[in-house]
Structures are given as structure tokens and as C-alpha cells.
């Protein structure tokens, strides 16, 4: 995230053109979060390289001009972002098409359901550990299968072996707390 500074006009253009709604304003992980009963419809944030609305059931709007992207191919499911590199760049009118049939989404209750959830395979990395730390594993055994998922995945994204070992260093003090990876942004 970036300084709201560099994306200045492009946050007061977007929140324009959001009071302009009936969705309700919120702040949500640090960024203006629009919701209708309580559902995430709409967001935006400046970030280095663009400015950003995303939708948070974007996968169903029918994106006449062609401009949603999802930001994390094979990851993000539901949401759709328009970017922008410069407030000349937003139209009002069709941006609000957009929020419109947004909350169409909303109200008719679209929704992708979740995939099952599928526990992840202990990696070497953690086994090798483990041999050596049976406090840590008894920590370990004791989280959730989701919060055990978060560690691995998040030491597994590592490309480098040397990353995925710092990785680990900095997050044995929170499994042993028995703390989830995430659980602060919850």
C-alpha cells in the first residue's frame, strides 16, 4: 500500500462518485471498504503502480469495456479490480455502471462457493524441524488445519530455500503462541 498522497485526486474523484450511492462507508484493512447489509461490495486504494477499485463479486459483472483483472490468478476467486493510472483515465458514468450492477450482485445474493477445504502435506521443511523440536510440533498439532495451512503455504511460496527458512524463524514464536498467520488481520 501507498501513501494516499500520490493517488490523491483519484481517492476524492472515487469517493465522489461512491456517496453517491446508498452503500454504507466502512474502513476496512486500512482502505475505504462500501458494503449493502453488511456485504463487501466495493473498495479502492492507490498502490505503487496503480490506482484500484475492486469488486468484491466481480466475477459476476459483465464488464462491457473490458477492464477488470483479477489481481492473483489461481488464487482470488470472486473479486475483480479496474485499475487506473491517473484520474483522467476514470469515467464517472461508467464507473458507477459498474457499482450499479454491483449491487445487483449483491441483492440477488450471487456468491461463488467457497472450494472445500483440503488440509496441506507437512513439508520437509517442517518435518525436519519437527525432529528436532517436539514442543514446536506439539504447538503445531494444536492449531486449526486452516492456521496450519497458512504456515505452509506461506513458507512454501517461498522460491529460495534461505527465504523459506527465514520464513520459518519468524513464525515459530507465533505457532508456539498458538497464534494463526493471519489471525491480526481478523
Known amino acids: 500500500m501507498i501513501s494516499e498522497n500520490k493517488w490523491e485526486k483519484e481517492h476524492a474523484f472515487m469517493a465522489s462518485i461512491l456517496d453517491k450511492t446508498d452503500l454504507e462507508k466502512s ?3 486500512g482502505a475505504p471498504v462500501y458494503t449493502l447489509k453488511g456485504n463487501n461490495v466495493v473498495s479502492y ?11 468484491y463479486n466481480g466475477v459476476f459483472l459483465k464488464d462491457p ?17 479496474w485499475r487506473f493510472t491517473s484520474v483522467l483515465e476514470m469515467d464517472e458514468r461508467k464507473i458507477l455502471n459498474y457499482i450499479q450492477e454491483a449491487v445487483e450482485i449483491e441483492n440477488e ?7 472445500k477445504f483440503k488440509p ?23 492449531l486449526t488445519p486452516g492456521k496450519q495451512k497458512e504456515y505452509i503455504l506461506h513458507i512454501e511460496e517461498a522460491k529460495q530455500e534461505a527465504t523459506k527458512l527465514k520464513r520459518l524463524e519468524k513464525v515459530i ?3 508456539m503462541e498458538g497464534k494463526g498467520l493471519n489471525d491480526k488481520y481478523k
Open 120 to 142: 496441506a502435506a507437512i513439508p520437509n521443511i517442517f518435518s525436519e524441524i519437527f525432529s528436532k523440536d517436539d514442543e514446536l510440533q506439539k504447538s503445531f498439532q494444536k
Open 109 to 115: 445474493g450471487l456468491k461463488i462457493k467457497p472450494d
Open 27 to 29: 474502513i476496512k484493512w
Open 45 to 55: 486504494l492507490g498502490f505503487k503502480n496503480f490506482f484500484s477499485v475492486w469488486f
Open 65 to 81: 469495456y473490458k477492464v477488470l483483472v483479477n489481481a492473483q490468478e489461481g488464487k482470488t476467486k470472486s473479486m475483480r479490480q
Open 173 to 175: 514464536p507465533m505457532i
